[in-house]
């Protein structure tokens, strides 16, 4: 097949499985064209069958922001002319699924109906529970659904907040976050922690955007808590809107020398081989990627009974799921973790087999027979 993905390039969970989709997809024979406003985050070296198309934003004095939506309306319906595209991916319902929609509305007069490319739509959190849930956005998120060709979304959850919310015409297939257990395994290395000064102590890691939803200042709290009674490091990767607050804090704390911020890091097995507890304390998550990732590591979660979490995490036996908010509660369980080897051990036993569950080339095949399933239906 030849198939367009549009998704962010930005440090986070949709551009990720968007990009690791295309190179997978890629690497069984389809043509893959990635339309972003910079390289995807994951996207690295290129490869045979993947082509990427930068969308350029122009800038017209009359004009005091850019058209992104239109930009890259433009480049999908160009691409998609001269390459014949048979499916065209929206991650992130808006402004992908509608820039698909109107680039297929630009082709309409240019090649017979046969020839347009069908469009399929990955729903993955905060397009439809922070900008979907904002009522001034609700019509165009409902029409970016309501005008896909297809559907999925990462995860039940994301699946039923979404026909809470929108009530769709069509049905919402579930197809979920994915791993490469192939790349994503434990592999301790000493000189890691020597690089990071870390010692003998337990580490725990956390990795995100820093957006408001991931509650950086819980994580604080928590490990705060968790390094007045044992000696361990907190390490912090990813950076964004929080970063700032979560810096004053942890000096407000006085534990500024136990946590480090360490930026957007792209190379993260080699952190997570030697992290003992992953903390992801989110009042919101459609799936929560970065926690599937860690336990394909051997890294246990501790995080909240919220969201897509309870579809892949079984408290007591791959971690733990505590109330969102619930610091005393998540501190108590990491703890748990941290102390008792014996459960740490089964625990991260557990948690790289329930990451095989994930395993990218089952996802990716769903994913092609939801494409061919589309194709299909003519
Ligand atoms: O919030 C993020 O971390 C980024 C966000 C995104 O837009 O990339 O992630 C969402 O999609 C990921 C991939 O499907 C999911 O694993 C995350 O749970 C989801 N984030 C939220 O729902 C907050």
């Known amino acids: 097949m030849k198939i367009g993905i549009i998704c962010h390039p930005t440090y986070g969970g949709s551009g990720a499985i968007a990009t690791e989709l295309g190179k997978a997809l890629a690497a069984k024979g389809h043509t893959v064209h990635f339309f972003s406003q910079s390289v995807p985050f994951r996207l690295g070296t290129f490869s045979k069958n993947i082509f990427y198309h930068e969308v350029e934003l122009k800038h017209y004095p009359l004009f005091e922001c850019s058209f992104y939506s239109l930009a890259l309306a433009s480049k999908i319906a160009e691409v998609a002319y001269y390459e014949n595209l048979d499916v065209v991916h929206a991650h992130y319902a808006i402004p992908h699924a509608l820039s698909a929609m109107l680039a297929r509305q630009m082709l309409d007069d240019k090649c017979s109906h046969?020839?347009?490319f069908k469009i399929a739509t990955t729903l993955h959190g905060?397009?439809?529970?922070?900008?979907?849930a904002?009522?001034?956005?609700?019509?165009?998120?409902?029409?970016?659904?309501?005008?896909?060709?297809?559907?999925?979304?990462?995860?039940?959850?994301?699946k039923d907040e979404t026909v809470r919310m929108f009530s769709p015409k069509k049905d919402i297939t579930v197809i979920s976050n994915f791993v490469d257990t192939s790349f994503f395994f434990r592999s301790p290395k000493q000189e890691i922690r020597e690089q990071l000064g870390i010692g003998d102590e337990k580490v725990v890691i956390?990795?995100?955007?820093?957006?408001?939803?991931?509650?950086?200042?819980d994580i604080i709290r928590i490990f705060y808590a968790i390094s007045r009674k044992i000696n361990a490091t907190l390490l912090l990767v990813g950076d964004g809107p929080e970063r700032s607050e979560a810096e004053i804090l942890v000096r407000e704390l006085g534990i500024a020398d136990?946590?480090?911020?360490?930026?957007?890091?792209?190379?993260?097995?080699?952190?997570?081989?030697?992290?003992?507890?992953?903390?992801?304390?989110?009042n919101a998550e459609s799936f929560g990627l970065a926690a599937l990732e860690a336990m394909?590591?051997?890294?246990?979660?501790?995080?909240?009974?919220?969201?897509?979490?309870?579809?892949?995490?079984?408290p007591g036996v791959h971690g733990y799921l505590l109330a969102p908010g619930d610091i005393e509660g998540m501190t108590e369980k990491a703890l748990l973790l941290l102390t008792d080897?014996?459960?740490?051990?089964?625990?991260?036993?557990?948690?790289?087999?329930?990451?095989?569950?994930?395993?990218t080339a089952s996802l990716v095949?769903?994913?092609?027979?939801?494409?061919?399933r589309l194709l299909e239906e003519g």
């Open 296 to 314: 394909a590591c051997g890294v246990p979660v501790v995080a909240t009974l919220a969201g897509g979490f309870p579809e892949f995490i079984v």
């Open 134 to 158: 904002d009522r001034g956005m609700q019509d165009v998120v409902r029409l970016a659904i309501n005008k896909s060709d297809g559907v999925t979304s990462v995860s039940e959850y994301l």
């Open 258 to 282: 136990r946590v480090r911020f360490l930026g957007k890091l792209e190379v993260i097995v080699p952190l997570l081989s030697i992290a003992d507890l992953m903390l992801m304390p989110s």
């Open 365 to 372: 095949e769903q994913y092609e027979e939801y494409y061919t």
């Open 206 to 217: 956390h990795i995100s955007n820093f957006r408001p939803v991931k509650c950086i200042g």
């Open 114 to 116: 046969s020839k347009c």
């Open 126 to 132: 905060t397009d439809i529970t922070v900008v979907g």
């Open 341 to 359: 080897y014996g459960h740490w051990l089964d625990c991260s036993e557990a948690s790289i087999l329930q990451a095989k569950h994930f395993e």
